[in-house]
């Protein structure tokens, strides 16, 4: 099975991602990125994918998955009516949390072990270590620098101390290889762009490459399953879903910082691939909140 290569955004001043998904239907692509993910079902049910592992889910299931490891979430119910049948939280932290320095300490040895474990694969836990672990993560998204870094690494330890049951993946479906150093100088390129709101042009990527126009943009599509421009398109509208997410910002004004020319451009775009209106977006959010 084909997969795609995410790149994860982290909001300004944040190491990790926080997502709360909902919705009567959740259907995300089979994805791979470097990151940790921590995939807990508030509500839902249906078929989780990690590697070449198929196994059904429902509500309280609570999975850790390594970097590059490929994986999916496939929930259905067609006769749903509200939109919080499905409520997931997500939260995708850096491979490179696993070899900080706190971790040789001998406190920490459960919690390097558990991450160990999970690098090559996926760590399934038992519904009652979910209910234990559901609280702290509700209270994540509350907080905010350093406090909100301890309180991750203070569940993380908890968890690791729960009893798990480790997802078996063929040789044929272990962690797929990490973007080549070529791939990796293209994202810096893009990203730094971004974040310094000035505009990304195809010829400009492609000479990061050392490429021609053409030869890069067949490379990046191989590469990334994504063309050139939908890619940047695609990262520009992460920023403006986490900002309307979590700020207050006008819509306008998110557009404008998100890389986006007028308006117009950014409603036609955040609709065509997020299937809602921006605003739609956010008070869906919010209703999913309160």
Excluded at 89 to 107: M, N, Q, S
Aim: positive net charge; hydrophobic residues 40%; glycine residues 4%.
């Amino acid at each position: 099975m084909k997969f795609h290569y995410e790149t994860v955004l982290h909001a300004p001043g944040e190491s990790f991602s926080i997502e709360i998904q909902s919705g009567a239907i959740l259907d995300c692509v089979y994805h791979v990125h470097p990151e940790f993910e921590l995939t807990f079902v508030e509500s839902g049910f249906g078929t989780r994918f990690v590697g070449d592992l198929i196994e059904p889910f429902r509500e309280q299931d609570l999975i850790l998955v390594g970097g590059m490891v490929p994986h999916h979430y496939l929930t259905r119910r067609e006769d749903s009516t509200g939109p919080d049948w499905s409520r997931t939280r997500v939260i995708k932290f850096h491979a490179g949390f696993r070899d900080g320095a706190f971790l040789t300490l001998p406190e920490f040895e459960p919690l390097k072990r558990m991450l160990d474990e999970a690098a090559s694969a996926g760590l399934h836990f038992p519904e009652e270590s979910a209910r234990r672990i559901a609280p702290d993560l509700r209270r994540l998204p509350e907080l905010s620098g350093w406090e909100r870094f301890l309180a991750l690494t203070a569940l993380l330890c908890r968890l690791a101390e729960e009893p798990r049951r480790k997802l078996t993946l063929s040789a044929a479906a272990a962690p797929a290889a990490t973007p080549d150093e070529r791939l990796n100088r293209v994202l810096r390129f893009i990203h730094r762009r971004l974040e310094q709101k000035l505009p990304v042009t195809l010829e400009e990527a492609a000479a990061r490459a050392c490429l021609t126009a053409p030869a890069f943009s067949h490379y990046f599509r191989s590469a990334t399953r994504k063309r050139f421009v939908e890619y940047v398109v695609e990262l520009k509208l992460s920023r403006a879903a986490q900002l309307l997410a979590n700020t207050d910002r006008p819509v306008m004004e998110i557009a404008l910082d998100s890389g986006f020319s007028n308006l117009s451009n950014f409603n036609r775009h955040f609709l065509r691939y997020r299937k809602s209106t921006p605003r739609e977006y956010r008070e869906r959010l919010r209703s999913a909140r309160r």
